[in-house]
């Protein structure tokens, strides 16, 4: 089976939905995990107390019979005053404190203490002037409450939950129910066991006598409230996940609408329509970001593409008319009686033909070369004045040939540029060559050089035709000639050079140009 059937699981929408999904779910069943065992341990904690609770009450009532309530509160021994217990102490020596309570009669407080001595148990209390008043007890007396008050009990948390246990000294056994069948351990205190699959919490407590009072409870109550929260949380989960795939498959496709928006347009402009840009429609600042970069992307492609369709035609037509020269020539050599001097003529023809191509193309060559930094600028500190000061000097035979005055204007404080001096001497002969190529007889090119700021400026000004406004923005481009350089000599590289060689070296062009009264080109060198 093509996995390509299954494209729709492989989109970024239906992964994003889905991890997030199971994000949540995870989370969602850690989170309740973690709450099911809080409420479980709390839930044994309660059991535990009232396990404990109930094991006093049996003990008390074991002790006192069925007339606790007489003795007033039940009271820990370290509530006792310690003259009552000095005074128990030395009534029965050797006696044990089990129990104790607080009663009120006025304003006086009395304390009744039961305690062991070996096996025997003692009532005990101080009364008025310090009379201790004492009696033995039998507690065995007291089953019979101890029986009545496990039915209570039982009656209270119900049959099917608990069971109570009393193992008298002797050995004998009587119980609420029949709810457990193990016997009675040797451990006193909490303790969880396990009966024929099921789970029981245990309070066991040694009496002075030998006796022992076991409260036991079954646990599956609390895995059948855990078992419900479980079904609880399942149930809500899974309405949870429903509605949640549908509204995370949404913000998903949302979210990723810009980016389909995106490889729907790179489709088209891969059909041939480089035209075609992407709406921004501000749905995220990544999706915008994606949107500006796609789309400048494709401006530039679209702008590479015109250029070098605008290259190639241009490139076609200034080679044609060497080739057609060179081709002309060959013709009428090869078709008339040509004797050997007009052979030579005509290879000298046809070789400065190629020398013009090649120059051309050298020409090309080293602008694309500067323009990708396929070669190194050789960055070396050099004088930028003297450099100016040669150039001034070397155009300026050329200038007064064609009857143009060349004005060289440079500070008295030496200028120090770190740059590759053979391009910068190529950029500043470039912006002279233009400037006396546009510039009449009797007209005026001034070149200057100076610091602004921390930049340095060069600048070449004219008082030729100018350009026109339509016209600035293209003449940095390769072949590109305004209407009144066609009729003059050159092929429209030379500015391209100029631009070439400031971009690779992060300086900025300004011009300055009105059509009849001239042009400034600055080139604007920003400090190291």
Known sequence: MSWNKFRFFSKLRFKAAFWYLALFAASSVLLF?????????DMLRITDWLLESTVRDFTASYLTGKNTARYGRAISSSDVPKPDISAFQAHLPGVELLAAYRSQLGANF????????????????????????????HPEQNLPFL????ADKLQSFGSDNVYFRFYTPDGSLFESNELRKGSGGSNPGLSTETENGREYRVMRQALFDGSVIEAGRSLRFVEERLTMY?????????????????????IAWKLTAGIERVSDTARRIADGDLSLR??????????DQLVD????????????????????????????????????????AAAGDTDLDGFREMCGAVAEECDSMMRLINEMLEITRTESSINRLLRVEFSLTELIRQAGMLFCELAEDRGIKLEVAIPEQEILLRADKVKIQRLVANLLDNALKFTLPNGVVYLSLAKRDDSTLIAVRDSGCGIAPEDAERIFKRFYRCDASRTLPGNGLGLAMVQAIANAHRAKIELESSPGEGSCFTVIFPPE
């Open 147 to 150: 029986r009545k008050e496990f």
């Open 33 to 41: 995990y973690l709450i099911s065992r809080y409420v479980a341990t």
């Open 230 to 250: 479980t079904h609880i949380f399942l149930m809500f989960l899974a309405t949870v996940l429903m509605f949640g795939a549908v509204a995370g498959y949404l």
């Open 110 to 137: 009395y304390y009744t203490l039961f305690g062991s001595r070996g096996k025997e148990l003692y009532e005990f209390r101080l009364g008025e002037n310090d009379i201790a008043y004492s009696r033995l007890l």
């Open 293 to 332: 970069a796609f789309n400048a992307m494709s401006e530039n492609n679209e702008n590479l593409v015109t250029e070098l369709r605008t290259v190639t035609d241009d490139i076609a037509h200034d080679l044609r008319t060497p080739l057609t020269r060179m081709r002309g020539q060959a013709e009428i």
């Open 278 to 287: 992407v709406k921004l429609k501000h749905e995220a600042v990544e999706v």
